[in-house]
C-alpha cells in the first residue's frame, strides 16, 4: 500500500514554471511505477508522463513533451513534474499515481493509487 500527497501547485503568469510534488508514504516506493495525469472541468483525466522504477525510462504525452520533465528521488520517496512553458490550457487538478510492480499502458486505469490533487492555474 502507498499513500500519495501532491503539493506545488498554484497561480502562474503563461509561459512561467512550476514544480509539482508528490510524497509517498509506506514501503518499497521504488516498486511502484509512478505516473502524472491531469483532468480539466468538464474533461477526461489525461495522461501527462510516467517514470520507471528506478527512473531509468520515462514517458510524456507528446503535447507535453519538451516542456514538461519527470522525476524521481527513490531515497525521498517522492516523484516530480517540474513544468515549463505554462499555457492557459494546462490548467487543471494534476494528480499523482502509482502502479504496483506493473507498467502501466498510457490510460489511468492500469493504476492503483492516487492522490487527491494539486490545482495549476495558468494565467494570460
Known amino acids: 500500500q502507498v499513500q500519495l500527497v501532491e503539493s506545488g501547485g498554484g497561480l502562474v503568469q503563461a509561459g512561467g514554471s512550476l514544480r509539482l510534488s508528490c510524497a509517498a508514504s509506506g514501503r518499497t516506493f521504488s516498486s511502484y511505477f509512478m505516473g502524472w495525469f491531469r483532468q480539466a472541468p468538464g474533461k477526461e483525466r489525461e495522461f501527462v508522463a510516467a517514470?520507471?522504477?528506478?527512473?531509468?525510462?520515462?514517458y510524456y504525452s507528446d503535447s507535453m513533451k519538451g516542456r514538461f520533465t519527470i522525476s524521481r528521488d527513490n531515497a525521498k520517496n517522492t516523484v516530480y513534474l517540474q513544468m515549463n512553458s505554462l499555457k492557459p490550457e494546462d490548467t487543471a487538478v494534476y494528480y499523482c499515481?502509482?502502479?504496483?510492480?506493473?507498467?502501466?499502458?498510457?490510460?489511468?486505469?492500469?493504476?492503483?493509487?492516487w492522490g487527491q490533487g494539486t490545482q495549476v492555474t495558468v494565467s494570460s
Open positions: 517514470i520507471s522504477w528506478t527512473g531509468g525510462i520515462t
Open positions: 499515481a502509482a502502479a504496483y510492480r506493473t507498467q502501466p499502458m498510457g490510460g489511468p486505469r492500469g493504476y492503483d493509487y
